[in-house]
Every structure is written in C-alpha cells, then in structure tokens.
C-alpha cells in the first residue's frame, strides 16, 4: 500500500515536473495550514499569526492560511503531526529549537530529521532576571550569594532550553540551584514578582511587562554584545543598558532560541524553496521589522547549510550539558 | 473615587456607536461559538484575532472580549438542553439544568442560567473597578503551595458530596488523575501513560472527555430506556423567562455566595472552572434543598452559573495587571495585545488607561448587551427540545463527532470521544459518579504539577503547606470540607471515628 502510494506520488510529481516548463517554480494550489507548536498566546503562536497576518496584506500567495495550534506535550503534539504529514507541503511547522533538544531528553515519537528544515527566523535572547527589591546589584553580586545559599531558579517546562541554561550557570558560577518548571516563562515571572522564586532566565519579551511595572529586572543578557538599543523601558533604562553575563563575570556568552519554521519530510525540493522564498519576502516587509521590535527579538535569516550548521552546534552543546545532568533517553 | 472618575471616561470610549456595533457582533459570533461544542471560546477568538491587527486595541479588544462573553452564555446553553457542556465551566451546569430542561421546562433552566450568569458577572466587574490594585496584590501572593490549597479545596468541597458512596467517588477521582497524567508530564519532561499511541503525547482534551462522558453516555441511557422528552408547551413563552428571572432573588444568598466564591477563584488563580465546581459542591451541601441537587433544582444552576461568570470576567484582572492569563481565552486575548503593542503587566494600568478603562466599561456594557441578545434567544433554543428524540439524537451524535474532531483535527479525538462515551454509560449503570471524574481531568495535572513544585521547593518536606497563614488557612479549610461529612457517616455507620479512612482520601 505504501509502495503504491509512493509510487503514485512520485509519478504524479513527475508528471507535474514534466508537465510545467523548468523556469516555473512551484506554486501551492490548496490552503495552507501553519501549525503553531505551542498553545493560542505564546511566543511561537505570535510568530506563525504574525507571519499569516503579513503573507495575508501583501497577499505573498494566492491560497489562504489558516494556523492551527498544536502545543501540547510541550509541542510535540505538533511535530508528531509533521511526521505523520510527511509528503504533503501545505502544512508548515512553527517551532522552537525543541524540535532537536525535546527527542534527545524524552521518549518522543519524533526527531528533527523527520522534518524538513525551512529557516529559522528570529532569535529570543536570555537574560537573568531577579526581583525588584533584591539586594544584588551585579550578576556578581547574585552568584556570591547563590554560593552561600541554593536559590530557587523558576523556569518554562523541564529539561528545556530555560533548565539547560540554569544547569550552564550552575557550572560556569559553581554553584546549585533548585530549578522548578512552571508550564510558561509567563508563570515563571509572576511567581517571582511574588517572591516564590529567586530568579529566573526568561527571554526579554516574557518579563517586559514586570520590568516596565518595576516588579523585576534584569542583572545580564546571555549574548556576545549588548542588545540593541530600542526605546526605553523604563523611565531611565533600555535593553542596551542591561550588561552582558560576560562582562559581569558569568562566563556564559551566547544563549539563543531560534524561531524555526518546518516542512514535513518526504517534500520537494522545489516546495521547500517556495517557503524559504516567502518568508524571505515577510522579512523584508516593515511589519515584521515592527513585530521583532514589540517582542524584543533579534532578527535573523538562517537557512539551508547555515541553519543545519547552527542545528548541529547546538545540539552537541545541549548533548553535552544534557549528558552530564542524566537526561539523555537511552 | 479616582477609579469612578476613570470609569466613567471609560464609558464614554465604550459607549460609541461603532463599540456597540462591534459588541453585538462580538456578542452574536461568541453566542455561536459557545453553542457549538468543540468551537469554544479560545477556539473563537483565535480565528477572529487576525482580523483585529488593523483595529485600534480598545475596539479590537471590545470586540474580542464581547465574543468571550458571548460565548460564555451560548456555553450554557448546550449543557442544559443536551447535557454536552462545550466549556469545562459549564459541566457543573448540566447537573441540574438538564434534568430540569428534559422535566419539560427548558425555558426555565435557561433564564436562570442566563440571569444568575449575569449577575455573577456584574459582580465580578464591580471588584474589577473598584479592587484592581488591591486584587493584583493577591494574585502575587500565590506561589506553588498555595495553588495546589485551593485546588486541594476544590476537591475537597466536592469529595463529601453527592449520594454515591465515598469509595466509588475516590475511585472516578483515581481514574481522572489517570486521564489528567497522560501526555508530557511538565515537572520531569517525560513522556507518561501514552500506550505506544505517538499522538497521545498532547494529552486528552477535556472537550473530547465531556462530549463523550455527558453527550454520548447520556444518549445510550437514554436510547436503552426509550426515553421520550415530556412534551413541552408548543407555544413560544415569553412570560416564562420573565418569571424565571423575578424567582432569582429568591436564590438571594446562594447567588452571593457564588459570586464571592467566584471572584475568590478567578482572582487566584483557580479559575471558572474549579469556581464552578466548588461553588456547585458547596451549595449542595448548605443549601436547605441540597438533597434534591441533581434532580434538576434552580438552586442547582444559579451556583455554578454565578460562580463561573463571576470567575470568567474577574480572571482578566490577572492578565491586564499581571500578565497571568486566568483562562485559556484570556491567554488568546494576551497575544493580541502583545501584537497590538501593548504590555499585559502593572504598568498597562498607568500607560494606557484609555485602554484599561475603555475595556472595564465595556464589561458593563457588554454583558448587557450580551445577556439581552441571549435571553431573546431563550423560546428559540427551548424550541429545539420539541423536537423528537429519534431526529435530535442523531443530531447529538454528529455534534459530538464533529466537535471532537474539530479540536485539533484529529481522528483519535473522536475514537476517545466514542470511547469516553462508553465510560460514561458504565459509570451511570453502575452508579459511579461524573462530577469527581471530570474536575479530576481538568484540574489533575495541575493540582499535581502545583504539588511536586511545591515539594521542589521544600525538599519534600509537608511543612510548606503550613508555612504561612495564606496557605494553612486554605488547607485546613480544605481538610475540614473534606473530613467532616465523611467523619459524620462514618459515626454515623460504624458509631466510632475511623482516621484511616479519612487519611485514605486525603492522600487521594
């Protein structure tokens, strides 16, 4: 059965290929459905609607979008749902970088190579975050007291990006911590307003809020220079005045989440291309520039063998620190 | 009296002829939404928020939220008439207002619905305007051991009830604990109780448990006992509603209490859904009609009803002042006005007070708008019990199969469904009880997440149940609840206390 339907398709692709001239790039012929791997609300859902909502104004297709969510099991919900399309190029994945670390620590019925990997859009930085009233001024500060007693770090589900990165200070600082997940970084941030916590790692957009509302703020951004100035967040303070972990001695200088975006496995080349080449076009319009800005991410474009490099780097990086913790699924 | 002097130039933002206009739309889609299992309110606002990204945030968040109210009410409706809630607050409604729609008087159990809503959500704004920073204040003060004493309470006040004896009632919340623990587990990140079946790792849905337990279940009762409706008077009748709502303050004290249990639940962050239950629970046991709740008693609509709306509208103070969105709705709204380019969070309250203001008047004039749409809607949908059993059943079985469906567009949805369906036909033979069942699906995961968070950060030690006053107070409440009437029966039938049985459910 399979073999037949196999058999059918590429046939039938080939008789499409033959059939259209080779200049003509392939085009979708039925509605589009992004599937966004995380519940109505948060940061990847933001992105796939986002996307839809610019592809709709400068009408960047012919053929409707319509996102649906599929976030649960921490997004696995989703990816399942790209294996289990394989083939079939009218439905795109919206993901983090959970679509190589989730197989590596759980027993998900997926991997990464699964996927056809499309590009990754935006990158979320990390910072750290304490509460408002706490008596560190510096990251120095923070990890001499962290040493004296464990702090309670709060972050977004288990043996994700938020705990790699506690595990990475615990051993770049020499120190423990309790690391408790809470369901979202949006949780984790008002559990430390409200003095459960002791701190937390959320990317910018997730606390911006408590920060302008003076309920938390952040001592270091885990990234190689400084963020870009944007406006002020506060009355006197901007995202560029916040330090890098590096400068103030945390030795930790890069942590990124990309944005990615999927195709299933088993599609075309040329269907592939069609993707990379729309959401080039959504990038270049100024509402995207106005979405990275609200939500406080940094732009960028990877793709093709650039984006399987950054796969790769970051995988052997989540291995090892996975790898040291136990997390690994045997 | 700043607040009131805010709020009134709220008014004069909300109460614009293109606002109204758009609050009876919202009002209309969110009705629609709501009447349709499966489509459901976040389902509703999700598909309309792209439409809003040309919109000023004021009018696309009246618009929106008016659809939230919508859709609240028109969740009611399908509880009383078919017994399929299609929102996880409105299950508590169908124990009572479907016995009382399928007694022959449909028109009723709307009207009071609709009425004790109402009022439950007026209030609910009230505390809004007038508690704001006072309310976020509370919100701050829940960490995990709190949370897991107000679900601990929930349980509790529902544990004790109920004429099913207490082991049958131990054994659905063991089953729904189960059910609620499928999927990933957030605290280790691992994969549990899947089966082999790849796509069970999103969970169950709860829609696709309640269509099934409620819609399904109930049908193949009825199917088995040739159950014809009693006929209903074939005229429209208008008077009905009226009567119904003049007989609400009768329910004065049981409406008060709804509403305070559900401002209580949506501020902290309990939700409609634990709101609903817990106020049901609580009104079967003091009010002096509690033995005949369930047999389709007004009483047993207005506490589930009041307590969800005031729950619903007071859940968005959480997520304007604190960006913590108390529902899945109010998560919806979130990302909009992330996208509009505003931040949920303390300071929306000092930087965009058109906005906060605009919204909080629009609550007034919203659910206004709202509950006038719906109860001239009232004779249409009580029209629909008139129709035969053989032509409405059908109707219910593709409802429920296409509802199931259309939550993630999934076909084991519906197999579940189908199955869940199965399961609620042999627990109402064998005289199991629902309602222990279903809050164990809802709110399981969570109480349990809340607990081993709670243990993460004590080491494990119980001690940090009792580590404040918060926490203790809303524990031994807990515990009272759940250990008296238990206490009673047993002295009652073995005429000495017995703790063991009492220690057996509380570690349940």
Known sequence: MKITSKLLLSTTAFMLAGALPATAAWQPQKPIEFVATAGPGGGTDNLARAVQSIVTKYKLTDQPIVVVNKGGGSGAEGYVYGKASAGDPYKVIFGTSNAWQQPLVSKVAFNYTDLTPIAAMAQDEFLLWVKQDAPYKTAGDFLKAAAATEFKMGGAQSKDTDEVLTRMIEKAAKVKFTYIPFKSGAEAAVQLAGGHIDAHVNNPSESLGQWRGSTQRPLCAFSPKRLPQGPKVTTSEGWSDVPTCVEQGLAISQYEQPRTVWLPGKVSPEQAAFYVDLLKKVQATPEWKDYIEKTSQVDTFLTGAAFDNFIKQDLEHVKQVAGEQGWLVK | ?508
């Open chain 2, 1 to 508: 009296m700043e607040n009131l002097q805010s709020l009134l130039h709220g008014f004069t933002i909300a109460v614009t002829v293109p606002h109204l206009t758009l609050m009876v739309i919202g009002v209309l889609l969110g009705i629609l939404v709501g009447v349709l299992p499966g489509l459901g309110a976040p389902n509703g606002v999700s598909l309309l928020l792209p439409l809003t990204f040309g919109m000023q945030p004021v009018s696309a968040i009246i618009l929106l939220s008016s659809m939230y109210w919508g859709a609240l009410f028109g969740g009611s409706v399908t509880s009383i008439l078919f017994n399929i809630p299609g929102e996880p607050s409105s299950v508590a409604t169908t124990f009572d207002g479907y016995p009382m729609a399928r007694d022959g008087r449909p028109t009723t159990a709307l009207a009071t619905a609709f009425g004790s809503a109402a009022f439950g959500a007026l209030v609910g704004v009230i505390l809004i305007t007038f508690l704001a920073s006072w309310v976020a204040q509370v919100a701050l003060a829940f960490g995990p051991p709190e949370y897991f004493a107000v679900y601990f309470l929930a349980f509790a006040s529902f544990v004790g009830m109920g004429g099913a004896a207490p082991i049958k009632t131990v054994v659905a919340l063991a089953i729904g604990f189960a059910i609620a623990a499928i999927g990933i587990d957030t605290v280790s990140g691992s994969v549990r109780l899947t089966m082999g079946i790849d796509e069970l790792v999103k969970g169950v849905s709860f829609v696709v448990a309640v269509m099934g337990l409620f819609g399904i279940g109930e049908l193949l009762i009825a199917v088995e006992e040739e159950f014809q409706a009693r006929a209903v008077s074939s005229r429209v009748d208008w008077k009905e509603v009226f009567r119904a709502l003049g007989r609400l303050p009768q329910h004065g004290v049981a409406l008060l209490r709804s509403a305070a249990i559900g401002c209580w639940m949506g501020i902290t962050p309990g939700g409609p859904t634990a709101a609903s239950f817990m106020s049901y629970g609580i009104a079967k046991r003091f009010s002096r009609n509690g033995a005949r709740f369930g047999t389709g008693e007004a009483e047993g609509i207005v506490a589930p009803e009041t307590a969800d709306h005031a729950a619903g509208t007071s859940a968005l103070l959480p997520m304007l002042s604190l960006g913590i969105p108390g529902s899945a709705t109010a998560a919806v709204m979130m990302g909009g006005l992330m996208i509009w380019g505003l931040n949920p969070g303390p300071m929306l309250f000092v930087d965009q007070k058109d906005f906060v203001w605009g919204l909080i008047a629009s609550m007034y004039v919203g659910n206004i708008v709202a509950v006038a749409l719906v109860l001239l809607t009232v004779p249409v949908f009580a029209a629909l019990m008139r129709i035969p059993f053989a032509v409405i059943a059908p109707l219910i079985v593709i409802i429920c199969v296409v509802g199931a469906y259309s939550v993630s567009n999934s076909y084991l949805d519906v197999v579940l469904m189908l199955g869940f369906g199965v399961v609620g036909y042999l627990f109402k033979k064998l005289h199991y009880p629902l309602a222990p069942l279903v809050l164990a699906i809802v709110i399981g995961d969570k109480a349990e997440d809340a607990f081993r968070q709670a243990m993460l950060m004590s080491k494990g030690s119980l001690g940090i149940f009792f580590a404040n006053r918060l926490v203790t107070t809303l524990v031994l409440a807990g515990m009272a609840l759940l250990l008296l009437p238990l206490a009673l029966q047993i002295v009652r039938l073995l005429r000495k206390p017995d703790e063991a049985a009492g220690e057996k459910v509380r570690i349940i």
